[in-house]
Structures are given as structure tokens and as C-alpha cells.
């Protein structure tokens, strides 16, 4: 996967942070993406996340005010993402429909 | 013929279960357990969850003796409880639902307790005490919903006692509430502790300060006994309150704290002057477990509730009175 840095953004002040997660089809993309979509994020403010399919690719994109709000954010959604990755390799491929 | 798989994780027991029509095929669970003096936090548990569930899940295949195609519903803890737990538990769920093409069901982990002990102990319709480290409620079944008659409003009864475990250093294993049930065996003696009853309702924050306060802990062998002593009358007079005003003939005790012998003593003793029937299960189904959400699942989704995924968020907040009860009449 790839990850931009956090950058400020020098219009809004928000640090932004972006992270790309192929995956081997568009259809176990996007099972990632229903399960990891679904729960709010625990802090209202001073942060946002936003996750997004591109065919075979999850993308998610964080704007937040600070460092350390960002630095939780992401550190929640990595352990969430690892999770949702090995019951996938565990349990998967998907069933034929 | 139904077959429900059930995922529970909401405190620091993960469990899970599955159930084909009213027979427990398989219920593995594992529990985080801390050092003395310590509590569980939610992101340690959380971490401990996702460490393990996976393995538990295959367990749970494995004892049953079932592939994932013979699984018709997938259901799990919408709430109440912890939430990083809570996040971890719901991601495996959905995951899997979606890898197996089978119908998602978000359950309410107090209702989950009350169709378990309805179903191990068969009772009709009975004043229902949850008692356990994060709840404490008297409930009746009426109209559809499952309606809470008296409660606490403060702490839960084994919040209390967890924090009494605490204070005092015993061992979190295998539960801090065993090991405090185990020291009142040995004590005899009664001391007397604030007695918190309000109207319906219960108080337990107040009672762990008294005893810090007053200098009992110089002799923390003497505090056991009591402590259960007095909170457990306090559950009791809650508990035959309900049954008053309902006239119900029977009490089912659920939560992990219905696993205490002398709480379903006292339980039986006020029941026999009454001329009902006490009904309790063994710590397998009393303590959190997957199997007991599996239940619940079962019912809802025979009587056609169905948890879509973009509604399958989970809540620390669910109250056992939101969920419309359609199973029963």
C-alpha cells in the first residue's frame, strides 16, 4: 500500500493524510470497505475520514486540526484494516454469488 | 432448520457461538484477564480481542462440525458495551457475512443474555434479574418489548464488586467476582454497610467509598461477605418489587453475576415465600458468550429482522427497551 505524508493543507490548515490499500479484486475491495465504513469515528471533531473504492483499490483520506488526532485516527483504522485483511486471507474468497 | 453463528466481545470475554434450533453446537470463548489491582481498558481488550478471534472462530466451525455454507445468519453485538471491542467484534462479523453471502443481524447483548437463560431453563415468563460488570436491570416482558422495571443508577452490582476486587488485590482470574464469592465462604461474620434501594432502583457507588472511608479495609476478609450480603438483598428487593407489580410467579437470573451461588440462594429464598420459581444457568450461558447472541439472533431472524451493512455501526449506548421484541406475542 502507499501513503502520501501528512501534509498541511495551507488553505484550510488541516493536515491531510491519504492511504492506498490494493486489493486482489474490485469485489473484495469493496467487502473491506462495507465492513470498515459502517462505525462512526469515536471523536466528533477534529477529524474526518472518508473512504472511497477505485476498482481494486480502498482509499481512505484523513483531514484533521492536529498531529496527535490524526496519529490516533490512523492507528485505529491500521489495526481495524489488518484485522478485516487476515479474516479475508482466513475466510476467504468470496463465496460465488 | 436455522443455523445462527454469534459473535460477542463487548466487555473482555470473546465468544463464539452457534446455534441450530435451540441446540448449543458449539460456544468457545476466551477471556482477557488482568493483574491484580488492575481493570480491563478498551483498547488493551480490543487488542486482545483481535489477537484471538479469529482462532475462536475457527474453533467455533470446527466443534460444530460446519463449513461456513451451512451457516444461514450471521449475528453479533450491535451493543451496549465497549467500544473498541465492541468495533473489533463487528468488523470479523461483517467480514465474514459478506465473504459468505449470508444475511447480517446486529443484536442487543441484554437480550442476548435474557433468550439464552430463556431458553437453557425453559421458563414461560419470568421477572428477568441481568446482573453483570456492566449491567445491572430488572426486566419483564410486555407488549413486544422487554421493559426495564428497576435499575441501577449508578454502577452495575459487579462493577461494584470488580472495584471491591481491586481495592483489596485478589486475582482477576478466573473472574474477580468468583474470587470475592470464594473469600465470603470463609466469613462469617456481618458487618453493616449502606443499604442503597430507590423506590425501583439501585445504587452501588456509594458503598465501595463507605467501606474505603470507614477503615474496614484494615480487614479485607471481613468486607466479602457483607458486601455480597448487602448488595445481593439490595437485587433481591428490586427483583420482588417487579414481580408484585407484574404478579409474575417467576424469576430467571442472567449476567455474568447470576454465576453466584449465594446470590441465587437468597434469590430462592425469597421466592419460596412467595411460591415461585427461580430459574438460573451455569457460568457456560451466565457469563458473556457467543452462543447466547446466536440465540437471539435465531429468533429475530425467524421472525424476519434482517441488519443491513451500512446500519450494522456499533453503540456503546442500546437500551434493552428499543428493540421491538417481534418473536413473541
Redesign the interface.
Known amino acids: 500500500m502507499a501513503a502520501t505524508n501528512a501534509e498541511r493543507n495551507h488553505e484550510t490548515s488541516q493536515l491531510e493524510f491519504s492511504l492506498d490499500v490494493p486489493f486482489p479484486s474490485p469485489r473484495e475491495a469493496a467487502i473491506a470497505l462495507r465492513s470498515l465504513s459502517p462505525d462512526r469515528e469515536p471523536r466528533k471533531s477534529g477529524i474526518s475520514k472518508h473512504l472511497a473504492l477505485t476498482g481494486s483499490t480502498l482509499t481512505a483520506k484523513w483531514s484533521a486540526d492536529e498531529a496527535r488526532i490524526l496519529r490516533v485516527s490512523v492507528n485505529s483504522f491500521m489495526d481495524h484494516l489488518t484485522l478485516v485483511m487476515e479474516t479475508m486471507e482466513m475466510f476467504g474468497p468470496p463465496a460465488t454469488q | 432448520m436455522t443455523v445462527v453463528i454469534g459473535f460477542e466481545g463487548s466487555a473482555n470475554k470473546i465468544g463464539i457461538g452457534i446455534i441450530k434450533d435451540g441446540e448449543v453446537l458449539s460456544n468457545p470463548r476466551r477471556t482477557y484477564i488482568t493483574p491484580p489491582g488492575q481493570g480491563f481498558m478498551p483498547s488493551d481488550t ?2 486482545h480481542h ?1 489477537a484471538v ?2 482462532t475462536v ?2 474453533e467455533a466451525l470446527e466443534q460444530a462440525g460446519l463449513k ?2 451451512d451457516i444461514d445468519c450471521v449475528a453479533y453485538t450491535k451493543g451496549p458495551g465497549m ?2 471491542p465492541l ?2 467484534v ?3 462479523a ?3 457475512a ?4 449470508k444475511p447480517l443481524l446486529g443484536v442487543n447483548h441484554c437480550i442476548g443474555h435474557i433468550e439464552m437463560g430463556r431458553l437453557i431453563t425453559q421458563a414461560d415468563n419470568p421477572t428477568v434479574l441481568y446482573v453483570s460488570g456492566g449491567n445491572t436491570q430488572v426486566i419483564a416482558y410486555s407488549e413486544r418489548r422487554y421493559r426495564i422495571f428497576g435499575e441501577t443508577i449508578d454502577i452495575a452490582v459487579g462493577n461494584c464488586l470488580d472495584r471491591f476486587a481491586r481495592v483489596i488485590k485478589i486475582s482477576n482470574d478466573p473472574s474477580p467476582g468468583y474470587n470475592i464469592e470464594q473469600m465470603a465462604k470463609k466469613g462469617s461474620q456481618y458487618v453493616e454497610l449502606p443499604y442503597t434501594v430507590k423506590g425501583m432502583d439501585v445504587s452501588f457507588s456509594g458503598i465501595l467509598s463507605y467501606i474505603e472511608v470507614s477503615g474496614l479495609l484494615s480487614c479485607p476478609t471481613l468486607m466479602p461477605p457483607s458486601l455480597q450480603e448487602t448488595v445481593f438483598s439490595m437485587l433481591v428487593e428490586i427483583t420482588e418489587r417487579a414481580m408484585a407489580h407484574c404478579g409474575s410467579q417467576e424469576v430467571l437470573i442472567v449476567g455474568g453475576v447470576g454465576c453466584n451461588m449465594r446470590l441465587q440462594e437468597m434469590m430462592g429464598v425469597m421466592c419460596e415465600e412467595r411460591g415461585a420459581k427461580l430459574f438460573a444457568t451455569d457460568e457456560r450461558f451466565c457469563i458473556d458468550n457467543g452462543a447466547m447472541i446466536a440465540q437471539a439472533g435465531w429468533e429475530m431472524f425467524r421472525s424476519g429482522q434482517v441488519t443491513e ?6 453503540t456503546q449506548r442500546y437500551r434493552t427497551d428499543e428493540v421491538e421484541v417481534t418473536w413473541r406475542d
Open positions: 480490543a487488542k483481535r478471534i479469529l472462530l475457527k461456513p455454507a467500544g473498541a468495533v473489533t463487528a468488523l470479523v461483517r467480514t465474514v459478506q465473504l459468505w453471502g451493512l451500512e446500519d450494522s455501526w456499533i
